[in-house]
């Protein structure tokens, strides 16, 4: 699987969670005390977040980091 693919698909799945609750990017932002541009990068595949950041953006997303990570991998195959 190629780095890049695994990194849009896991801006996808990020930007589908904060979707499914209700929250913008500025919202996010606020939960995980990153900046609205950087949540944005990474849901544009620009930026690829460290495992601190994943974990982050799982907790402020009602999830668990390794949830998160698995759907990016189903998803980039």
Same mark, same amino acid.
Request: positive net charge; proline residues 1%.
């Given at each position: 699987?190629?780095?890049?693919? *695994?990194?849009?698909?896991?801006?996808?799945?990020?930007?589908?969670?904060?979707?499914?609750l209700?929250?913008?990017?500025?919202?996010?932002?606020?939960?995980?005390? *990153?900046?609205?541009?950087?949540?944005?990068?990474?849901?544009?595949? +620009?930026?690829?977040?460290?495992?601190l950041?994943?974990?982050?953006?799982?907790?402020? *997303?009602q999830?668990?980091?390794? +949830? *998160?990570?698995?759907?990016?991998?189903h998803?980039?195959?």
């Open positions: 699987m190629a780095g890049k693919a *695994l990194a849009q698909a896991f801006g996808k799945e990020v930007r589908l969670a904060r979707m499914s209700g929250l913008s990017q500025e919202e996010l932002a606020n939960r995980t005390g *990153l900046h609205r541009n950087y949540i944005g990068m990474i849901e544009r595949a +620009e930026r690829t977040p460290t495992l950041v994943v974990e982050r953006l799982a907790r402020a *997303l999830t668990k980091a390794s +949830e *998160l990570i698995a759907r990016a991998e998803r980039a195959r």
